[in-house]
């Protein structure tokens, strides 16, 4: 991987393979590991993989302050690194926080993009239902001082139930208040009164959710095609928890060659 400065960030940037640009963006609490599965198959089918540690996650910097982990700032990120590496236009695919910030380049960077997938995570327009608010019950206790503290006390007892479905956790190299910033910067109550209506994407999109996930309802990707001015394609991937691409990797790499090529 290498160093390429974001907006006053570094990044760490893994950058394999020629032809058409595919942006991998990975979410809460992981790096860019995360696609290690998709990373080789998009490879030998003739995509330019790039896949950065988002700020905060990973081997990138790790600012500390809370609106350091604006998701525009991300967005901002990324953009320095597609001019790093001469890229003029790429597609994306985001997972988690990644698909958060993959729906908000869409509309920040539109002439900057092909193609979108998202995995999970829905657009940001999506009206959240009493149901979606119950199962995103964690996002309230990110937002106080003491959660570092909850989520790290007997050896990270609690957070650990909380990611159980996670196939693959790694505690060792994640920064736990890095993480939490990204809740407290874009998902704090107050952010939800002062959204203003966003403009529908205008690049063809394929919205992914598996039925296992434990965070987010299907509707959440499902009621995405309304903001959607491209064309629109939702898949369900049954038996796969949140973590579809580690769960489920040749089903997710199916669908994506299928929509990208």
């Known amino acids: 991987m290498r160093r390429i400065t974001g907006d006053g960030v570094e990044l760490a940037v893994l950058d394999e393979g020629e032809g058409t640009p595919v942006l991998l963006l990975h979410g809460f609490p992981d790096s860019s590991h995360v696609w290690r599965h998709q990373i080789p198959i998009l490879k030998d089918a003739g995509f330019r993989v790039v896949a950065p540690d988002l700020r905060g996650f990973g081997a990138s910097d790790k600012p500390h302050e809370v609106d350091a982990y604006r998701v525009g700032k991300s967005v901002s990120d ?140 299907e509707a959440n990707v499902t009621g995405s095609e309304e903001f959607v001015a491209g064309e629109w394609r939702y898949e369900r991937i049954d038996g796969a928890s949140h973590w579809m691409q580690l769960d489920a990797p040749e089903r997710v790499n199916a669908l994506l060659l299928d929509f990208l090529r």
């Open 78 to 217: 990324l953009t320095k690194v597609l001019d790093a590496l001469e890229i003029e236009s790429t597609h994306i695919v985001g997972h988690d926080w990644g698909a958060g910030v993959a729906w908000a380049f869409a509309l920040m960077a539109p002439q900057r993009l092909e193609k979108l997938a998202v995995l999970s995570v829905g657009h940001p327009s999506v009206p959240k239902s009493m149901a979606q608010r119950e199962k995103s019950w964690y996002m309230l206790l990110f937002q106080f001082p003491e959660a570092e503290q909850i989520l790290r006390r007997e050896d990270w007892a609690f957070f650990k139930e909380w990611a159980a479905s996670h196939p693959d956790l790694d505690l060792e190299h994640f920064d736990v208040t890095a993480g939490l910033n990204w809740y407290r910067a874009n998902l704090h109550p107050r952010e939800e009164l002062s959204r203003l209506p966003l403009p529908p994407v205008r690049a063809d999109t394929l919205g992914l959710w598996s039925s296992g996930d434990a965070f987010l309802l």
